[in-house]
């Protein structure tokens, strides 16, 4: 049971939950009184945006009184694992593990021209053994679209309470609380053009959480910024090209990080594949998207290295016979490190997989991917000398899905894979996992974010 000390702690992070969620409410309701007599609409607006979001609320399936919804019970990765921490300890520590909870989208459209858009997914994880490990878990973000002739424009903001596997540098559950602001203006310039500004802000808070040289909430607690300017082309109605050019800024909020503050310039491009599916299972065309660029992350504490040169993140499947798709992807990009005296490491995964459908209710998938984390050595923080580091892991993946009615579906899961790290207690871990997810319902679902940082 927990002691006074513990009970006033929950007290007010439920208290502070309740505070920051009201604020977003709040400043929904704002810019909801702002916009409310500006200008005229048509229908949901001439804006691809517009477009996507009529999809969205038309495919909600359960409606009541002026509220459209959509909500979804699941268990996920309910089964045995063999090494909860995947080396990170002495010595494997395996156990049986679920997370379960609901999944809810509300919406609210007024004329089609203002939308209120509500998400909550509360999880609880539960491990039969390791009892430290047990935990509740919630996400929640609010949203405010308004769509006109010409113009989208997006508001909202997010709340994490979640302890959460860190990164692929460190297999440590740690408890996240992470605010995020938002905010888009879209402009369909032509049929064919349109240009969009956003601004993204995120604050990270994590538990105090050390172990040797790692010290998670002193080397990750932070705010971040950013500013993406993007423009787009899309003459065909299944291809959408576009160039994004962003501005970000990297504040620390613990004495010991204040090295890492930074600032980072970034140019990025590609193109997004709009998917094309037939009854049946048949999967056909191109459906993904491919998002590449440069990023220059200037790191000002002194000592600390900057880092220049690719970036990207896509995945894209391709339907090569009439039942049968494969799948590529690829993502690099620096990340801030967790452990004490190092700036970031630079981390690269890429993989392939196939998904074939056995039948109508029935679908194979296999996936393989390889990652690296690449320590550079000559950062002279606190008077010492990092080295090079190199960490790699690669896994296996196995699923079967079974669409057991028109809302119930079921996926077998088989897991298997390696670590081999230059630092921790095992230089080399192998790690499998075997269980099943279950979905019964429609889970909710969000727009794509222009310009939006997915590396």
């Given at each position: 049971?927990?002691?006074?000390?513990?009970?006033?702690?929950?007290?007010?992070?439920?208290?502070?939950?309740?505070?920051?969620?009201?604020?977003?409410?709040?400043?929904?309701?704002?810019?909801?009184?702002?916009?409310?007599?500006?200008?005229?609409?048509?229908?949901?607006?001439?804006?691809?945006?517009?477009?996507?979001?009529?999809?969205?609320?038309?495919?909600?399936?359960?409606?009541?009184?002026?509220?459209?919804?959509?909500?979804?019970?699941?268990?996920?990765?309910?089964?045995?694992d063999s090494d909860i921490y995947f080396g990170m300890m002495a010595n494997?520590?395996?156990?049986?593990?679920?997370?379960?909870?609901?999944?809810?989208?509300?919406?609210?459209?007024?004329?089609?021209?203002?939308?209120?858009?509500?998400?909550?997914?509360?999880?609880?994880?539960?491990?039969?053994?390791?009892?430290?490990?047990?935990?509740?878990?919630?996400?929640?973000?609010?949203?405010?679209?308004?769509?006109?002739?010409?113009?989208?424009?997006?508001?909202?903001?997010?709340?994490?309470?979640?302890?959460?596997?860190?990164?692929?540098?460190?297999?440590?559950?740690?408890?996240?609380?992470?605010?995020?602001?938002?905010?888009?203006?879209?402009?369909?310039?032509?049929?064919?053009?349109?240009?969009?500004?956003q601004y993204r802000r995120s604050e990270f808070r994590y538990e105090n959480?050390?172990?040797?040289?790692?010290?998670?909430?002193?080397?990750?607690?932070?705010?971040?910024?950013?500013?993406?300017?993007?423009?787009?082309?899309?003459?065909?109605?299944?291809?959408?090209?576009?160039?994004?050019?962003?501005?970000?800024?990297?504040?620390?909020?613990?004495?010991?990080?204040?090295?890492?503050?930074?600032?980072?310039?970034?140019?990025?491009?590609?193109?997004?594949?709009?998917?094309?599916?037939?009854?049946?299972?048949?999967?056909?065309?191109?459906?993904?998207?491919?998002?590449?660029?440069?990023?220059?992350?200037?790191?000002?504490?002194?000592?600390?290295?900057?880092?220049?040169?690719?970036?990207?993140?896509?995945?894209?499947?391709?339907?090569?016979?009439?039942?049968?798709?494969?799948?590529?992807?690829?993502?690099?990009?620096?990340?801030?490190?967790?452990?004490?005296?190092?700036?970031?490491?630079?981390?690269?995964?890429?993989?392939?997989?196939?998904?074939?459908?056995?039948?109508?209710?029935?679908?194979?998938?296999?996936?393989?991917?390889?990652?690296?984390?690449?320590?550079?050595?000559?950062?002279?923080?606190?008077?010492?000398?990092?080295?090079?580091?190199?960490?790699?892991?690669?896994?296996?993946?196995?699923?079967?899905?079974?669409?057991?009615?028109?809302?119930?579906?079921?996926?077998?899961?088989?897991?298997?894979?390696?670590?081999?790290?230059?630092?921790?207690?095992?230089?080399?871990?192998?790690?499998?996992?075997?269980?099943?997810?279950?979905?019964?319902?429609?889970?909710?679902?969000?727009?794509?974010?222009?310009?939006?940082?997915?590396?």
């Amino acid at each position: 049971m927990k002691g006074p000390a513990g009970k006033r702690k929950s007290v007010y992070r439920l208290l502070n939950y309740m505070k920051m969620r009201r604020t977003i409410f709040s400043g929904l309701g704002v810019i909801f009184l702002l916009f409310l007599g500006q200008g005229r609409a048509f229908a949901w607006g001439n804006t691809w945006m517009g477009a996507a979001l009529e999809q969205m609320v038309t495919a909600a399936r359960w409606k009541v009184g002026a509220f459209k919804y959509t909500a979804a019970f699941r268990l996920d990765n309910a089964g045995y694992d063999s090494d909860i921490y995947f080396g990170m300890m002495a010595n494997p520590v395996p156990d049986y593990t679920i997370t379960a909870g609901p999944d809810i989208q509300i919406f609210l459209p007024l004329k089609k021209r203002i939308v209120f858009d509500v998400s909550e997914s509360p999880r609880y994880i539960f491990f039969f053994d390791t009892k430290r490990e047990r935990a509740l878990n919630n996400m929640f973000t609010g949203r405010v679209h308004f769509v006109f002739d010409r113009f989208y424009i997006q508001a909202g903001g997010g709340l994490i309470d979640a302890k959460q596997r860190l990164s692929t540098e460190v297999n440590l559950n740690a408890r996240l609380k992470q605010d995020d602001l938002t905010g888009l203006i879209l402009w369909q310039a032509s049929r064919e053009t349109s240009f969009a500004l956003q601004y993204r802000r995120s604050e990270f808070r994590y538990e105090n959480l050390t172990s040797g040289d790692i010290n998670i909430s002193g080397n990750l607690n932070r705010r971040e910024s950013f500013v993406n300017l993007s423009a787009y082309l899309q003459q065909h109605s299944k291809t959408r090209f576009y160039l994004d050019g962003e501005y970000g800024s990297f504040a620390f909020t613990e004495t010991i990080s204040g090295f890492k503050d930074a600032r980072s310039y970034g140019v990025y491009g590609g193109v997004e594949f709009l998917p094309s599916a037939e009854g049946g299972g048949q999967t056909t065309g191109i459906s993904g998207r491919i998002n590449l660029g440069y990023k220059h992350l200037d790191v000002l504490g002194h000592g600390a290295k900057d880092y220049s040169g690719l970036v990207g993140n896509t995945g894209v499947s391709i339907g090569i016979m009439r039942f049968t798709a494969i799948r590529a992807f690829f993502s690099r990009g620096p990340q801030f490190s967790a452990y004490s005296g190092l700036t970031y490491y630079l981390q690269t995964v890429y993989g392939v997989g196939l998904a074939r459908s056995l039948s109508r209710k029935t679908t194979l998938t296999y996936d393989f991917y390889y990652g690296r984390n690449e320590y550079k050595g000559g950062e002279t923080i606190g008077g010492e000398v990092a080295g090079n580091r190199l960490d790699k892991y690669m896994a296996h993946s196995v699923g079967l899905n079974f669409r057991l009615g028109r809302i119930l579906e079921l996926n077998l899961i088989g897991n298997w894979g390696k670590r081999d790290s230059e630092f921790g207690p095992r230089p080399t871990s192998r790690h499998y996992f075997l269980g099943f997810s279950l979905t019964y319902g429609y889970p909710s679902g969000g727009l794509s974010m222009p310009g939006a940082r997915t590396f």
